[in-house]
């Protein structure tokens, strides 16, 4: 049975997952992946069916278990923001070596413009370097069905699948039509060569011949694709190439049809034979592509002397950022970009920490206890806490990636600085943060460590935070020493005393660690409505 | 048939209760719907937005391009004029009145309301005071859609079933009142 439901395109995805069977879903949270984990925690069908959706301590862990469920003959998916990838590159790039047994679908949600991200990194780079086939869709629709189709290549190939959103495809609703039915689990199997999966050197070099070889088959496969589609066009000045949602924007534009060729790509590797026959009929290429010019940068080369190709390195396309369907106007010669002026009386109206949120008063707290030491710097992290880098707490100095804010310090104090101070969430704490305060323990780093403990991954909407109820048992088992780790309740009225506990811990020549805990006001008032809801 | 609608307002005011109740309506129409929202870091006190595209043909872009929204529905005064450039020549303009200052650099209210005076069609409303008349301070948003609705290009009883099946779990009193501040946001439109 089939019916329409408007969805997400991570719900879709979500969707797809459970009707293709998986065993379950493994994921850290991240906009905008986030959503598409949540839904299979809330469907009935996964609970029934026990698939597991339990959030996942970092994304290496979530695709490490992935692998297992993989070895064991079942399918699995592994959801992240592209940042995420980095965490679990290892295990990922690796995965290209072992192959899959079960079907695996690892979904990477790329954030181009930095709508809440630090960087646009394009996944498309991590499936090309790990000889790993990425889809890319352009419509919720394929979304959905992109899914179901991965889940089956991943097994008849014998690899994991890349797929690869952006921001508008995940955060974007539209209706998509699905199964009803949530598909069967398969019976425990085990890799038909269990060899493939110990990557001694000896085992490695044959299988990298063998992944070498595939991907010859994978590009093939990709050229005859129902996904990369070729549809000629009367004006052969330009081929226009358009991969994954760029085609959106550009057919936004060409709501008539268009006069060039168009190729459309949404399954990689690239289409060699489709792009050689818009090379040979066109005078000239212009490729658009969400994200980092991947495709125009190989087909450039750096001797840059074939046919004529504009994009985003040429410029006619803008260099960084997401496209839309008006900025990518002068290059299919449709004029200029409209203005885009807003009134002067307009101004920007930044996010801030919520009003009552304990963040709030650990700042305060630690700006009053910091004056003595106007040198002091403080290395935080990535979380809803990074937000006291703006007014009217300016409380810190760098946020770079998850975990950094301990090793920073502990680097800058090995440096033979003091004070570093380091700032964490709870969540970001256990996703990457345990292993720096080892070693910052274990080289009796002279730096004041705050996690500042919430209780949730309060940034990304308030799941489950994995270290909670075991923070201080964790620093005391790293090898910080009892009597430096205090826990305080940040709130006006104990101003004084957390003030006095930030300053004894500074003036400690050790690894302290200062805990303020207290519930995310957003969840907190949360669940007072839910049970409100429910007595009434 | 098509109707690019561009939602604004601050992180918290939800405007997303408005796109869904139009994205329900125009489901129950058969129409096809593409509906943007922005997540994560700018729901935290910032400014949202969302684009609502309902076409009887096939959507493409999940965006609206500049100079293409028919409407503009804002439940803040300054976030509405933030989205000016996608407004088309004949589009309108329908936002509360109140502003939301969660800055200290906010404009003066009276340069807000110049700048919007300047918009040819426009629908300036209180919500928040229609919605306590009506009795139902949490109603605001549906006060808002009401206004609204005279240029959705949708019947208003498409409308009305939107809020039902949304509400529908909530009780059939819920549903009635929020029918009602719908109803008293559209007479204000339709006195205009
Ligand atoms: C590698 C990586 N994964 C995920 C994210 C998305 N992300 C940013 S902040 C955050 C949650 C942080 O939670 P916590 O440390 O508890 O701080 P809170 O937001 O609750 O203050 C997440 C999941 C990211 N930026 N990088």
Redesign the interface.
Known sequence: MKKKL?LLGDEAIAMAALNSGISGVYAYPG??S??ITEFIQGSKTAKENGVHSKWCTNEKTAMEAALGVSYVGRRAMVCMKHVGMNVAADAFVNSGITGANGGVVVVAADDPSM??SQNEQDSRFYGKFAFIPVFEPSSQQEAYDMTRYAFEFSEKMGTPVLLRITT??A?????VEVDDSYGKKADLHFPANPMNWVLLPANSKRRYAEVLELNKKLADISDNSDYNRYIDGPDRSMGIIACG?AY??L??NMKHGCNYPVLKISQYPFPKAMISRMASECDSILVLEEGQPLLEEYLRGILDNGIKIYGRLSGEVPRTGEL???NIKPAIGLGE???????D??????????QGCGHRDVYASLNEALKEYPDHKVFSDIG?YT?GALPPFRAIDSTVDMGASITMAKGASDAGFFPAVAVIGDSTFTHSGITGLLDAANSNANITVVISDNLTTG???GQDSAGTGKLERICEAVGVEKEHIRVVVPLAKNMDEIKKVIKEELDYKGVSVIIPRRECIQTFSRKARQKKAQQE | MKKDIILAGVGGQGILSIATIIGEAAMNCGLNIKQAEVHGMSQRGGDVQSNLRISSAPILSDLIPLRGADIIISLEPMESLRYLPFLAENGWVVTNSEPFINIPNYPETDAVMAELKKVKNLVVLDVDKIAKECGNPRAANMVLLGAATPYLGMDMARIEEGIESIFARKGHEVVESNVKALRAGRAVAESK
């Open positions: 408007l906009t905008p986030t959503e709508h809440s508008r495809m955060h974007s609703r539209a209706v949602i959106n924007y057919m936004e839309n369907a008006d970009v409209p203005s885009s002026v807003i009134p009386v307009v101004v920007n109206r930044p996010p801030a920490l919520c809803c937000l940034m990304t909407g």
